[in-house]
């Protein structure tokens, strides 16, 4: 969440006001402006103005966002203390007498107030923090303390002109600016090294802050701190940039994972600071503190990159799990699969190898399944097809899905496609329930036997499956189909040669147009069966020997409606029945039941429908004589483009150019059938 103070005019007007007045005073430091009464102002009026400023913007910040409240109430009340500390210092220290503890005090109370706040922002989401980069924020701060000791305090002690003890006191004050540093760090470290607005500016404040500390430790110690220099406009600069982070968005940085750039190059430059300052020692005097201070860096830095290299084996070895793992049912996947035959393959003529049985399956009736139920409910079936196959050969072999509604199994030795584990495996992946069944077809090949390569013995394995299938598909639907020509020759035994022309036709057609054999195999049964729904017409309709009225019209027109739902009763069917359904469509969108329009008909019920109507018009009616072969075939051509398809039409007219062909070895000759519509309307 993002919290402004006031308008964007108010905070430009507060932000151009503390610009003044920092410059003021810095001007002031370097020029000595104006002379006594401006030094005053400055030095005193514009000087606290800034801290008070800095504390004012921490604590209304807190009173008005409840959001990390407790902490913006420490680190204003830090800012308070620290201000009310410098007025008591300022009203003290021209007198003689002066007490001036309780500004030390103040400035004492200053550090854990503040070292509170930042904690308490440290914390902050610290659910989302690994644990890493605590570690990173702990080198750091090492790090740094280590420079300071070595470059800052040393000096300051070498050059001290006051009792140890004073000294002492000038050096508490930098040294607790390496702790407010080391918090510092450890929040830009739990950023990845990207912290936002509001850790930068307390990072800039609390160098601005630390660097004060430490000229005045230093100047103090050999007696040359000046209250109007430079050093002293540091601080109320300091406590300005505290304030304006308390209304900086905070944007805490989830870490996704941890391994980004920057996660490793910062420690990384960390340990190398330390390393250098080591060798420094070896050339100049270093301090024992400084030393031990880089030293526990480094062996730091030590235990995070043995912690990063475990991560990085872990993550490889994730990865790599993950990229031969099947995402949605946990099982091997294809990349697997192809590892796994090449070593099958490459295992081939050693003297302890028995050869591998690869089974190939592929689910029959699951894209009804997942189209009836649902793409959820679909992947849940998968997954339990897929645990069963699992427990089937667990301890025998291997089970892959390769993707979609495809699985495999490797197993050890050379296994016949009857033996019995191979029935188990089919039988695990077979689910029936109300309204659907699901089974699966399956190719299997053995290695090295029957195939000297992985891709060798997987494409084989699926033409062999691809072939079962299409039998057990063929053969079900033909069942179907002799059953319901059975119930059509009970009830119109007289129908036999219409639909058997009507098929012979319709698969000639076909395979002039190019489809392959499953397609003509529905074209095949559709051409039989495209008027199964005229079972539910009356005989009074059927056979009536006058025109239709129009209600009889309607009703003969639920004909292929009928038809649809008989034939969609069986999965293996479901694909004749949509052919069934559109066979009375017109290529103009005048048909029935649907109305649709041109190559948004089943380019099935086309063929059906041409050749439906041809076999009409030359046929033996009772109502009416019937058509010459090319005047049949002039009728067709008068309506390409409006009743029929035109390219089905052009196509047919060359199929029987020379009479109508004989029936065609897979277009079984139908035993019975029911009549046409009659002639081309």
């Not at 969108?589 to 019920?605: E, N």
Request: with cysteine; hydrophobic share 50%.
């Amino acid at each position: 969440m993002q919290h402004h103070m006031g308008g964007l005019p108010l905070r430009r007007m507060l932000a151009g006001i503390t610009a003044l007045g920092l410059t003021l005073l810095f001007a002031q430091a370097l020029t000595d402006f104006g002379g006594v009464w401006v030094d005053a102002v400055i030095d005193d009026g514009v000087y606290l103005a800034l801290q008070l400023g800095g504390a004012a913007a921490c604590l209304v910040r807190a009173a008005r966002v409840r959001d990390r409240r407790p902490a913006w109430l420490a680190i204003g009340a830090a800012i308070l203390v620290y201000a009310l500390g410098d007025a008591w210092w300022g009203l003290e220290s021209g007198r003689i007498d002066a007490y001036t503890w309780p500004a030390d005090l103040a400035y004492v109370a200053f550090y854990p107030l503040c070292l509170t706040g930042m904690a308490l922002l440290l914390a902050d989401g610290r659910d989302r923090v690994a644990a890493r980069l605590w570690v990173d924020g702990l080198i750091g701060g090492l790090t740094v303390g280590a420079v300071a000791v070595a470059f800052a305090y040393a000096p300051v002690l070498d050059a001290s002109r006051v009792s140890t003890t004073q000294t002492a006191l000038y050096l508490a004050y930098p040294l607790a600016d390496l702790i407010l540093i080391g918090f510092v760090l450890t929040a830009f470290a739990t950023q990845a090294w990207r912290p936002g607005g509001v850790w930068v500016l307390l990072g800039l404040g609390t160098v601005v802050f630390a660097t004060a500390d430490t000229l005045f430790a230093y100047q103090s110690a050999t007696g040359t701190f000046d209250d109007d220099s430079v050093v002293s406009a540091l601080w109320p600069a300091a406590l300005a940039l505290f304030g304006w982070a308390a209304w900086q968005p905070w944007r805490p940085r989830r870490i996704e994972h941890e391994f980004g750039r920057q996660a490793f190059a910062l420690p990384a430059a960390f340990a190398g600071i330390a390393v250098a300052l080591l060798c420094y020692g070896q050339f100049a005097d270093l301090s024992a503190a400084a030393a031990l201070l880089a030293t526990a860096a480094l062996l730091v830095a030590t235990v995070r990159a043995g912690w990063t290299f475990r991560a990085h084996t872990r993550l490889l070895r994730a990865t790599r799990a993950e990229a031969l793992t099947d995402g949605l049912t946990g099982l091997a996947n294809r990349r697997r699969l192809m590892a796994d035959l090449e070593r099958a393959v490459a295992r081939a003529g050693a003297r302890d190898d028995a050869g591998h049985t690869l089974v190939f399956f592929d689910l029959d009736g699951f894209k009804g399944y997942n189209d009836g139920f649902g793409h959820a409910a679909g992947d849940m079936l998968l997954d339990r097809l897929a645990s069963r196959l699992a427990a089937v050969v667990d301890g025998r072999g291997r089970a892959y899905r390769l993707g979609g509604d495809e699985f495999c199994v490797l197993l050890p030795g050379t296994l016949g496609a009857n033996d019995p584990l191979i029935a188990r495996a089919v039988a695990a992946l077979e689910e029936r329930g109300d309204g659907f069944a699901v089974g699966a077809s399956y190719g299997v090949v053995t290695i090295p036997h029957e195939a000297d390569s992985a891709t060798h013995a997987l494409q084989l394995a699926d033409q062999r499956m691809y072939a079962a299938k299409d039998a057990s598909r063929q053969s079900s639907r033909r069942q179907t189909c002799d059953v319901l020509l059975q119930v059509l020759r009970e009830r119109e035994p007289g129908l036999h040669d219409h639909l058997n022309g009507v098929a012979a036709l319709s698969v000639a057609v076909a395979r002039a147009l190019g489809l392959g054999s499953e397609q003509r195999d529905e074209v095949a049964r559709a051409a039989e069966l495209h008027d199964i729904g005229k079972i539910a017409i009356p005989d009074a309709i059927l056979h009536k020997p006058g025109p239709l009225d129009d209600d009889e019209w309607q009703l003969m027109r639920e004909h292929t409606v009928v038809g649809d739902r008989i034939l969609g009763a069986a999965p293996a069917m479901r694909p004749v029945a949509r052919i069934v359904r559109s066979s009375h469509e017109r290529w103009d969108g005048g048909g029935y039941p649907d109305g649709l329009v041109g190559a948004r008909i089943p380019l099935g019920a086309r063929i059906v429908a041409v050749c439906d109507a041809y076999d009409a018009m030359t046929s033996d009616r009772p109502y009416q004589r019937p058509l010459a072969h090319d005047a049949a075939l002039a009728e067709l051509r008068r309506c390409a483009g409006s009743q029929f398809d035109p390219t089905v039409v052009d196509v047919f007219c060359a199929v029987v150019a020379d009479g109508p062909p004989a029936p065609a070895p897979d277009a079984p000759t139908p035993p019975a059938a029911e009549a046409a519509d009659g002639a081309v309307r």
